[in-house]
């Protein structure tokens, strides 16, 4: 009879379960196919026993098939590294020092030839966050670009807990300057030719797509949930269907974008690097001359009622609302502009932290430009005056105690996004995706590499 044919995968550890008779598996989780290497032991021959029977031919016989099962069993061997998905690495510390490939798996052979191609991480994309497989643990969606000939582009998600690829969409044309969104366990994006597209995050495919006949400048959240509020470059909202793409006029407003366009316009003071639904202004008056004057005031002075030029020690440049204190990011003052943090309780400095953790003149000058929230702390990024190596520190948003410190991986460099949830933090790097544990700040994977 066949016996049980058990292996694991070589690239991510899950078991597989090749079907009877094949010498092939594709694994249920990271959709790498491997060869499963089959022996099939071929009895030995018994000797003819005589009628009285001979022990030493019978033991002869007996040890001869032994030896054979045994060499069968034995020839069950690994004969493919393990490893990370490709374009994906997991080192366990920040040391410069190479990562340990992972045990081959027995009776498995990679296949090198099916193996997912290497990417790098698009730098015009601001990663999305959000749990798509319900483990607890937030995921994160970015564009990617193949490193192959064609160097097609596509929407990617890749898992928090590891960092291997979930799902990928097929290849896309129209990709610059779209807005994007995850709404649930969906990517929605409209390009600048105002065709709206909806993207599932389970396996990439596309959903349904629909012409705007305008552009897109923000997707709002609906009193319903499975609609989207579109807002237009024509000063129209209208209301997507989320499972159908049906599209109708609404006069639902606009009022807390989940996403929005590029337009940078002097009259919106929010601060869209806050976490979604949070209060936050970026701080400081604006005046307009030009086809149409007028002057914007300060709205961290109207709105937050604080004045951030007159504070102790500290020059806020915005404010994010957090319960009924408000966060702030600014520079020290009198003396250099080292990038620090405050917490600013009725009106008055709660505390103040400078982000450098030895010598604050060794930072670049100027206020954090990344930052998030995890569970209880403010998370962000400065970079080294000295070798222009980035450093990603947390406090604790209650007292401004100083819960970690990390140096990234050196070669990183060329930060453009930061984003958080309650336990991870993903820094968007030259053509990478950083991702941290947001509790002690140790690095969980890197996704994507130069080409």
């Known amino acids: 009879m066949n016996r049980i044919v058990s292996a694991n995968c070589p690239r991510c550890g899950a078991q597989l379960q090749p079907a009877p008779g094949s010498d092939q598996a ?34 002869a016989a007996l040890g001869l098939a032994t030896a054979v099962f045994l060499g069968a069993i034995v020839a069950v061997v690994a004969l493919a590294r393990g490893g990370a998905s490709a374009g994906v690495s997991a080192p366990s510390s920040f040391s410069n020092a190479p990562v340990a490939e992972a045990p081959a798996a027995a009776g498995v052979v990679a296949a090198e ?79 600048r030719a105002g065709q709206l597209t909806s993207y599932g995050l389970a396996d990439g495919s596309q959903q349904w797509t629909t012409a705007l006949g305008a552009r897109a400048t923000a997707f709002c959240g609906a009193k319903n949930s499975e609609t989207l509020v579109v807002a237009t470059d024509e000063r129209r909202q209208l209301a997507i269907d989320l499972t159908t793409g049906r599209q109708s006029p609404t006069k639902e407003p606009c009022t807390l974008p989940i996403t929005r366009g590029g337009n940078d316009d002097p009259r919106d003071r929010h601060d869209y690097d806050a976490p979604q639904g949070t209060e936050s202004y970026r ?35 915005r404010l994010w609302k ?14 250099a502009r080292v990038p620090m943090v405050a917490l600013i309780s009725r009106g008055k400095l709660a505390w103040k932290a400078a982000l450098p953790l030895d010598n604050p003149l060794q930072a670049q000058e100027g206020s954090p430009r990344f930052a998030g929230l995890a569970t209880g702390s403010i998370v962000a990024v400065y970079v080294s005056d000295k070798d222009r190596r980035p450093f990603v520190t947390a406090f604790s948003v209650a007292d401004g105690t100083r819960r970690w410190h990390v140096a990234l991986p050196e070669g990183t460099k060329n930060i453009s996004s930061l984003a958080t949830s309650p336990n991870r933090v993903f820094i968007r790097a030259e053509k990478q995706l950083v991702l941290l544990d947001a509790s002690n700040g140790q690095l969980v994977a890197l996704v994507g590499r130069e080409s």
């Open 26 to 59: 594709t694994c249920q989780y990271c959709g790498t196919t491997s060869f499963v290497q089959r022996h099939h032991p071929v009895a030995a021959p018994l000797a003819p026993a005589s009628r009285k029977g001979n022990p030493a031919l019978l033991l």
């Open 113 to 191: 030839s099916i193996r997912a191609p290497a990417i790098e991480i698009l730098e015009d994309f601001t990663p999305l966050v959000a749990d798509l497989d319900s483990d607890g643990t937030a995921d994160v969606v970015a564009a990617i670009a193949s490193i192959d000939a064609d160097r097609s582009q596509h929407y990617a998600a890749f898992s928090g807990r590891d960092g291997h690829e979930l799902s990928r969409t097929p290849a896309l044309t129209d990709r610059n300057g779209a807005v994007a969104a995850v709404v649930g366990r969906r990517l929605v994006s409209a390009s």
């Open 283 to 317: 701080c400081g008056g604006v005046t307009v001359m030009g086809s149409a004057n007028y002057t914007v005031p300060d709205q961290c002075l109207v709105r937050a009622h604080i004045d951030t030029d007159r504070l102790d020690g500290f020059i806020g440049h």
């Open 322 to 335: 957090i319960e009924q204190n408000w966060l702030a990011f600014g520079i020290r003052q009198p003396g």
